[in-house]
């Protein structure tokens, strides 16, 4: 929304702002308790080699190189890591990395 065009002084704005920040921060609070109280999804001996690469530092390309796996094993191990709650992508430097959320 173009505050602008809404006819929003600045100071409701603003305050508007800092309410969905504070929402945003609750939210995230509230996403962690989950994760933590949910128990650990079983994963193979892959997902767990590939899971300690996921450190905010290694790209697709270094896990390649590291594992000596193909890049399409690379990204489903990655899929299935994120569809079990484990990692996150990244972005640090303009590259794509993976961190571990759990």
Not at 33 to 58: F, N, T, V, Y
Not at 60 to 74: L, P, R
């Amino acid at each position: 929304m173009n505050k602008k065009s809404s006819g929003v002084s600045n100071e409701q704005f603003e305050e508007m702002l800092k309410s969905v920040r504070s929402i945003e921060s609750k939210l995230d609070i509230m996403v962690s308790l989950q994760r933590a109280s949910a128990p650990m999804p079983k994963i193979g001996k892959e997902e767990k080699r590939i899971l300690k690469l996921c450190d905010k530092k290694h790209t697709i390309a270094d896990m390649i190189q590291e594992t000596q796996k193909k890049e399409g094993t690379i990204n489903s191990t990655l899929n299935h890591l994120k569809a079990k709650g484990l990692i996150q992508t990244a972005k640090i430097d303009n590259k794509t990395v993976y961190e571990r959320i759990r």
